[in-house]
């Protein structure tokens, strides 16, 4: 049936088309329309059994299909896989004008009909292969205007490279608008030359093995990608007629020609689709076999895995099979380290799916992402199924199971393609119900993945899911229905505002951000809630990078979009930019500043060591300062040591509110939401109308005694402030708690134990407890600062009469046979003896030596000064000298051992509860 489309593939009309002889692929069912927005409901642990047809390449697909414009008349790809990412590219070629016929897995491309240089297409900022159409366009008609390329929200994705290589092809070249303007220098056409990459980046080296296809002369790029991809993309235009030699290796030679005419070629087996499924073969424990496979193609991840225990065996050239059945390996399998590189290393693209399995592997592994700087999305939702991972950037120590997979099933969100296809065989391993939402993702480059997994009789549907479905509860969908409400927000899309708002504030910022990037139409509502999330969450640049987006798109910011700019600035030390963005309020924007902006301001110069400049700026003010406007400053005494100055604002603060009620100053009060057992309960400044009222007010009353006990306290602001002003806490709490604050938080049951959830700024507040004979419970607290993410746990405590503090840091590992831990603390004597605890921690990996660099340390550490004064911290010294033996601290060493990463930060307090009761502080003590 040959079924002709403008842009779009018919779902179903793929087969199963074979790469070669293969076996047929057993396969009873056939593939189900999927709903809209599905969701993927997998229920654990499954066995997988049988045989399966690895799909044609995604990114070879969408290479050749961009080098089909180099072509005239028609081209015709085989086993191009039914994805949305190949829908995609054929929208952008047939808006060029490219006639597009699919058919049964065939693609036929013409490409004689094109008409246009310029691609208009919203697709082509998703996904990454659309780019690609840059050399094509810009070698056959001498110019060409695109888009920045899309693609997965794995880190720094820039295109230096293919712009430099155009130009040392005559191209001249303009980055304008968001798009790339590109046309032949000399008028005619491009011409070969010499050009270095200075990365072996993949899609640079295809972009300019097509230009150079059609230039005038001769070609040499070096240092090249080697991947498969650029083998088949090379092996395509050599039969379109093209000269071109050394694909596959470092430097590739081409011979331009004045025209390449169309043929026919077939898509390469996706290595990365194969990879899959032999983790997943290995993370269920279960014998499967594919074909077709080029065990070339992945022959790291092969030796990995039988590193690890499974048997893989090629019944025929371009079939493998993998087992990792315990009874036939003989065993569990054992966790191994990889690093990702360039081809012919391992694959970034499978370091997400090879992360799931060592989840359940014994012993620990290492994992390197070193192709991309972000692409660590997926531990925080392997975290949540219970993975025992920790990040420090771009590096994972994975603590595997000694007896298996110990993950549970949960509500998951797939953040991009890889990571999602990790969640799915995370799922397929975990006990119970797993639910993966944004599932889209992992639509763009796996053909069909449910249905294959099915065929291999794992349990896992796609399903639609309930409007709030990405949450997981209804309930939960309720309470983002309420909080949009409180917050009118009313843009059209406000679903998507307050999606990017929620995932903001729980802290899943890069969630939020795929948000935002995914929406149709953005306003004013979404920037601000993305400025402000991104503020909130210590991404002080990339807040003020979106806010610079408004003007250009012509959106005009509001003062909420200010508070949270200002906020930024003040959260990155930017004092220069956030003068000029408090001045611009009014003289660009005609907004006058409110009291938080002023607030915002204080902080800024405050946190800056500019007290007297924020204090003159207090003075100075033409509204009277509120509440928010003094803790700002307060805070700003407090890291700067000025306990008279802070002494003295503690009496405004106190006096101010009550006077305010009594002017009668109508203000937005402040409203919290909090959701217990899925219904959400609203708090409002002033208003005591909750049904529950006293319970709760003798629940906080109950968290400030703790707060107290165990030398908590409430704010940061307030915590380094002396042990004078510990009885003005009571009331700082009960302004805080009950009257400022504006925050959100649940309550959930954990391990048995009832949990406060608290997000307020960028903090997270969690506090549990046991009501049992004892009262045992805990708090703990998190944050970010800066770009970095640098989180930390304190604690502090009170002990009888003096207030002796310890601060507990420390860890030790051993792994293996090696000791590769080490931990070392120090302190700084300086002039008023002021000092901090420093640790850090390096370990020792065969020749390289990773570690955590002073610096970061140091960073931290400095936060940690602030809080303990250097006599607590000595006393601390020698009590923990004496008081912990070092099996005690070789138990604590392994929960506190990553204390910097964001998503650790909230691990190492659920170890925490465990190890720490009440009970067993005062003991210790
Ligand atoms: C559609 C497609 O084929 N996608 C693949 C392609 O992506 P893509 O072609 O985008 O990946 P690259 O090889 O270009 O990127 C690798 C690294 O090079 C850097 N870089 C790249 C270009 C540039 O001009 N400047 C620069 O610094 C990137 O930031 C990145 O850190 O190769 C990646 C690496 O194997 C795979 O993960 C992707 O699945
Ligand atoms: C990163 C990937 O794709 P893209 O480059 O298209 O974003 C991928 O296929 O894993």
Redesign the pocket.
Known sequence: MALFFNTTISPTSKSFTCYHSSPEPQISKTPQKPPENPIFKIKGPSTLSGHITISGS??SS??LLAATLCCSGSSLLHNVPNVS?IKAMASILSSLGAKIEAFDGKMMVDSDGIRKVEVDLEEMKK???GF?VLGPLLSRFGEAVVDL?G??N??????????RGLSALGAHVELREGKVWAHAANGRGLVGGRFRL?????????TLLMAASLADGVTVLSNV?K?P?VVDLARFLRDSGASIEGAGTDTIVIRGKSWLHGSECVITPDR?EAGTFMLAAAITRSCISMSPVIPSHISCLIHKLMKAGCRISQSDQHTLKVSAVPTYIGGNLSGFDIRTS??PGF???LQPQTMALLTTCSGSSLVEEC???KRMSHVRELQKLGAKIQVCESTALVLGKQNGSSLRGSHLVASDLRGGASLILAGLAAEGITEINDIAHIDRGYENIDWKLQCLGADIERLAPNACGYLGKLELGKWVHAYIGKNGIKADGFIENALVDIYAKCGSIEKAFGVFQGMKSRDVFSYTAMIVGYAMNGEAQRALDIFAEMPIVGIKPDEVTFVGVLFACSHAGMVDEGWKHFKDMSRVYNLEPQTEHYGCMVDLLGHAGLTSEAEQFVENMPIEPDAFVWGALLGACSVYGKVELGESIMKKIVTVEPAMKERKVKKTPGCSLIEVNGVVHEFRKGNKSHPNVEELKKLLKEMAIHLRTYGFVCSKQEAGLSHKCLEKFDMVEEILLEEVVTCSGKVVEENGLEVVEIYRHNEVWRWGRKLGKRDVGFLRWRRKLGKRNIGFLRWRRKLRKRNIGFLGVRWRRKLGKRNIGAVRWRRKLGKRNIGFLGVRWRRKLGKRNIGFTWGEMEEEAWEEEHMVSWGEMEEEASEEEHMVSWGEMEEEASEEEHRVSWGDMEEKAWEEEHRVSWGDMEEKA
């Open positions: 995604k990114n969408l290479a990412d996904i990454r292969g690609f390329p693609g997965c794995i880190g720094k994705r820039p295109v230096d490279l293919y712009l200075d990365y072996p980046s993949v899609g640079a080296t295809e990608a991947e991809e990365i360039p081809f694959p970034t693209d192709v991309f700087d």
